[in-house]
C-alpha cells in the first residue's frame, strides 16, 4: 500500500509563492494517477489539480488554472504542486491523493487514499 507524506506548506504574502511536495512509498507509484485537493476552513475538501501517472495529462480547477503546476518525478516517488500567484482564498489545508483510476476532475469518491496534509496560509 503506498504511503503518502505532504510537505512545503507554510505562511506567504499574497502575490508569493510555494512549492507543495507529496513524497510516495512502494514500488506501485508511477502506476497511479495523482491528485491535490484542498479544504478551507467550514468548507468541503475540493478539487485543485490532477495528474495522469505518466505525467502526460494535467488538469486543474479554475480557480487555481494559470497560478499553480502539478508535476511528478516518478523516479523519486514524488508528486510536486508549484502555486504562484497566491491569494488569501488560496489558504487551506493541501492534501495529496492517490486516484482509482484516471480522472481528470476527480471527486472524493474517485480517490483511492490521502496524505496528513499540509496547511498554506496566505496573508492579505
Known amino acids: 500500500q503506498v504511503q503518502l507524506v505532504e510537505s512545503g506548506g507554510g505562511l506567504v504574502q499574497a502575490g508569493g509563492s510555494l512549492r507543495l511536495s507529496c513524497a510516495a512509498s512502494g514500488r506501485t507509484f508511477s502506476s497511479y494517477s495523482m491528485g491535490w485537493f484542498r479544504q478551507a476552513p467550514g468548507k468541503e475538501r475540493e478539487f485543485v489539480a490532477t495528474i495522469l501517472w505518466s505525467g502526460g495529462s494535467t488538469y486543474y480547477a479554475d480557480s487555481v488554472k494559470g497560478r499553480f503546476t502539478i508535476s511528478r518525478d516518478n523516479a523519486k516517488n514524488t508528486v510536486v504542486l508549484q502555486m504562484n500567484s497566491l491569494k488569501p482564498e488560496d489558504t487551506a489545508d493541501y492534501y495529496c491523493?492517490?486516484?482509482?483510476?484516471?480522472?481528470?476532475?476527480?471527486?472524493?469518491?474517485?480517490?483511492?487514499?490521502w496524505g496528513q496534509g499540509t496547511q498554506v496560509t496566505v496573508s492579505s
Open positions: 491523493a492517490i486516484l482509482r483510476m484516471w480522472t481528470p476532475r476527480p471527486t472524493l469518491a474517485d480517490l483511492r487514499s
